[in-house]
């Protein structure tokens, strides 16, 4: 084949690039400004974060069961959104998120906690029994990661990167219905990582937009389109921060209607740090 | 790339600024800037070079077949007359193309991307900042090695979606269950299938990344399954007996002449039937079945009974009445089944009654061997595969007369689905689907 009929096949759904032809280098000091920007979403969303876990953790520890399930999904939002920066620290990340099939013991592994631990408890076993010991952890260790990445240097590449890996995200886990599987309030965590991911790109769009019109035209399409789905789902259309039905009620034709334009988000946003030189 | 005058990075949230500036003293501006150079990036990774000393590698397998290619313009697919490789995958996947122009692309995508892999040769190389082109995993040049990928369509393709009700091939339909049947829904039916099949498994592995890496919002796979065909001897006295399945029988006997073009015309080509749209002209209709065979009980099975139960001898795999694996059968002596019983899978299968030949299907499967059932038995069987000009003739037909027979008590058809395979790319202006689709803008 020759080249020309490989890039022909190669940008028929408009995805590759050209490479290597027409990179203009992104001056780094042009990256300083969206990056701090992006620091301060990132503290903002954590600042928030710490205080839905408290209302969430007291709710626990208090045995107020409805309560405890009903701030389950709101407060995972903030940790969704700046999953890029979160997972810098895999201990807590660990500690904070992970899920049953991390551990081979599943749910009786005393190594899982969290979000997911608690998730099962309210949601499966229905009870705040017991569960006073993972609500203090969990304050505690989402105490923990806003000291850490209040101190923490932003890695240029780690922050473009977090733009693809948010939707790599939901790719994986979100459209699968796996994340939330007890809760089935998978829309929150995938909003989260929809609107994380759409941050970066909003914050760096102007350095690549006259470089490459097309793909920040292609990206926003996608991120409408994924916006346009998940819309039906609110529990009040007009009201964009008032949450989401239960997965379980999602179509398997809106689950198909995700993927195709969360992967060419993922696609298009891999090439973000490419784009900007990092 | 801003127009503001202050130096101060904005705050568009409720945030305490000072803690802010706070938060950012340990480290200046909170910003890792070092390394950020582009030239701190420059690859020093050398071309694929031969070393010039005995190179200490763990040894690779050689083959001298890996420059077979098949030319991929023709007036039908590769794939199906195609000699059979060593290794062959369905993969069954949903198409997310949201309208008839997003389809069109897609296919167009479909043939350009096939063309380039069963031809072989060297992706581009790019800027290391960016994913690279190709998953790599034959390396930057690769051969064909006997490649082949083959596009069909299943019946949901011709929903509402797309607009093409009106052009279906006439027999296309879902597959439903038959007796025997336990479908298991998440290896059953799909938009589209993909047959990508090679001398060699990584070339099929390579293939279908390759397509699904161009095709992110265009399709999404729905199941897939592998599978492989031992490798033979070529006969020094005749032709290459047939290979066996995983019930230890040779499975492709008696299979209609692939170089017989009129026969091939009439049992496998659709397009001699005036009723069926002139668009599929060229194409086949492709069946495709997972059936798992239950081998710890079918090797527990007395070799007598497993030769009545297939009407085969199991070492040639020669008529019960005698003779060689290439002989005919013939049951005129033999109405009441003393020699081979009539439920015998070989004899309800083809009965060798006048008229009968129009009902062959051209069988060309592969062996597959997945994982371990909750019961510690083995999760193998075949990844049957067959191609008929006319699926309601072909297998629906043949199937139904098997239904009920001795075999069923070690096999258990799982899933699949019916498909239409499309007619073949002719030349470069051509593309996969295109009399489809242009069938139905004539209609609209």
New interface residues.
Partial sequence: MSPRSLFLAASAFGLMTLQGTVQADVATEALVEPVADYKLYVLDNLDRFVTHTQDFTQAVEAGDLARAQSLYAPTRVYYERIEPIAELFADLDASIDAREDDYEKGVEDPDFTGFHRLEYGLFEQRTTQGFAPYAKRLMADVNDLEARVQGLTFPPATVVGGAAALMEEVAATKVSGEEDRYSHTDLWDFQGNVDGSQKIFELFKPLVIDEDPAFVERVEENFAAVEETLAHYRQDADDPTSGFVSYEQVSDEDRRAFVGPVNLLAEDLSTLRGKLGL | ??DRSDNM???????DRR??L???G??G?????AG???SAWARSCPADDMPDTDPEVTSAPTSTATTDAYPFHGTHQQGIVTPRPANGMIVAC?V???DRDGLE?LL??LT??I??LT?G?TY????P???P?DSGILGPTIAPDGLTVTVSLGASLFDARFGLADVKPRHLQRMTGFPNDALDPSRCHGDMSLQICAHTHDTTVHALRDIL??????L?VRWKQEGTVPVMSPSDTGPTPSARNYLGFRDGTANPDTADTALMDALVWTGHDSEEPAWTRGGSYQVVRLIRNFVERWDRAPLAEQEAIFGRCKDSGAPLAGGTEYDIPDYSDDPDGQVTPLDAHIRLANPRTPGFEKHRILRRPFNYSNAVEANGQLDMGLLFIVYQADLEAGFITVQKRLNGEPLEEYIKPVGGGYFFTLPGVID?NDFLGRGLLEAAASHA
């Avoid at chain 2, 990075?9 to 945030?15: A, E, G, K, T």
């Avoid at chain 2, 501006?29 to 800037?33: E, H, N, R, S, V």
Wanted: with cysteine; hydrophobic share 30%; proline share 9%.
């Fill in positions: 790339m801003s990075p904005r705050c568009p949230f409720s945030l803690r802010f706070q938060g950012l340990a480290t501006t909170g910003i890792a800037m950020l150079s582009t949903d997310l193309a949201r692309q167009r995508t350009e991307r063309a380039f031809r040769g581009p190389q790019g800027d900042r960016y994913p082109a890496k161009h095709t992110p919002g265009g999404m470069e």
